[in-house]
Structures are given as C-alpha cells and as structure tokens.
C-alpha cells in the first residue's frame, strides 16, 4: 500500500515553545491531507483538512492560530503546535489518501509531551 | 451530528477464539465505513465496505456492513495474541476523504 511518513516520531519540547511536524506522502501525491489527534485511550479526533496550495479547513473547537497547517507541495503538510502547553501533549497522526477515494494511509505518529 | 459508535469498547479473550465488533454509525451523506486496526501508532487499512450484506475477508478476518439497520460487524475467527490491539471503525461521510471515528474496542488476546 501507500507510504506516509511522519517525522518525528517523539518530540519533548519545554511550555511555550513552538513544534513543528511534517508528513509526506512518499509514492503518491496527495492534494488533501489530514491531522488527527488521539488522547489516551481515546479515538482519532479529526483536526483539519490540510489542502494542497489553500487554507486548511479546521474543525469546530481547534484553533486555527494555535495549531498552523501548512500544506505547500503534493507531498508534505506540516503542522506547527505553536506555544505549546501541557494540554497540548498528544498523540498527533497524518493521513493521506490516493485520488478521491477515502481509503487512507496513515503516518506513523508524533507523540508529543510538553514540559 | 455524526458518530459512530463501537462496542464492546474492551474484550478478552483467549486464543482460539472468535470474536465480534460491532459498530454503529450515524452520519449525513453516507459513503463508506472502515475499519482499522492499531497496535502502537499508526493505524492499519484493514477493510472498506460500501455495500450492504457484501461480506470482505481476508484470512481470518472478515466484515459486513448493512446500511439499513447502520452498522457493521467485524469477525475475527480462530484468535491469536497477534490479533491484540485496538480496532477502530470508522465512516466517511460525503467525499471530502475525511473519516469519523469510533471510540475503538481494545481486544486482548490471552494464550
């Protein structure tokens, strides 16, 4: 199947500091891509629709200003945790899919803990 | 507002077994229902349904959807302590290409 890759994979950063998390299609090229996020014991949450040369779409509840996507190529959306708190400490997972199917790869993860 | 909703949200069982998730959904502009399978991190693509009563198997998995009572099975014959992990069900409302997930069911497999 398709590869997505997620880089890095664990992240330690100190409170107040700014992460950023990139995540690449490798074989294929995807114009949409998507930011999870997933609590212990808890179910992927969506947080936005990253969208190759546009805004992302951000979901009810995740701020915009707070969580920067950026998605310049078919092959590499970013997430940027700016000013990152405790609360911010997560699971963080891209996927992206092949044509308009919604079969989706996922990236191996970024476990974020903030200090 | 859509959801999709698993259970049992945990299960033990030992090996040999066979076991059923099952999971329920309702969402606007249904396009397909998904199920996952997540060991540590990244979740992997187990089966996509888009039809009723069309069951999809591979090995000793295997999954069925109906559309008119919303929901769908997932089986898992014959159980092994590989099979442990979290299986997560989710739908794709529409086709912006993203999905709703359930909560999850945690299977614990036990030799």
């Known amino acids: 199947g398709a590869v997505v890759s997620q880089h890095p994979s664990w992240v330690i950063c100190k409170s107040g500091t700014s992460v950023k998390i990139e995540c690449r299609s490798l074989d294929f090229q995807a114009t949409t891509m998507f930011w999870y996020r997933q609590f212990p014991k808890q179910s992927l949450m969506l947080m936005a629709t990253s969208n190759e040369g546009s805004k992302a779409t951000y979901e009810q509840g995740v701020e915009k200003d707070k969580f920067l996507i950026n998605h310049a190529s078919l092959t590499l959306s970013t997430l940027t945790v700016t000013s990152a708190h405790p609360e911010d400490s997560s699971f963080y997972i891209c996927s992206a899919g092949q044509g308009s199917g919604e079969k989706l790869f996922f990236g191996s993860g970024t476990q974020l803990s903030v200090l | 507002e859509d959801k999709v909703v698993q259970s049992p949200l945990s299960l033990v069982v030992h090996e040999g077994d066979t076991v059923t998730l099952n999971c329920s959904y309702e969402v606007t502009n249904f396009r397909s229902l998904l199920w996952y399978k997540q060991e540590k991190k990244a979740p992997t693509f187990l089966f996509m349904l888009?039809?009723?009563?069309i069951e999809k198997k591979s090995g000793r998995l295997s999954s069925i959807l109906d559309k008119k009572e919303l929901f769908s099975i997932l089986n898992i014959t014959a159980t092994q302590t590989g099979d442990s992990a979290v299986y997560l069900c989710?739908?794709?409302?529409?086709?912006?290409?993203?999905?709703?997930f359930g909560q999850g069911t945690t299977l614990q497999v036990k030799p």
């Open positions: 888009t039809s009723s009563g």
């Open positions: 989710a739908v794709a409302p529409g086709n912006t290409g993203k999905l709703i």
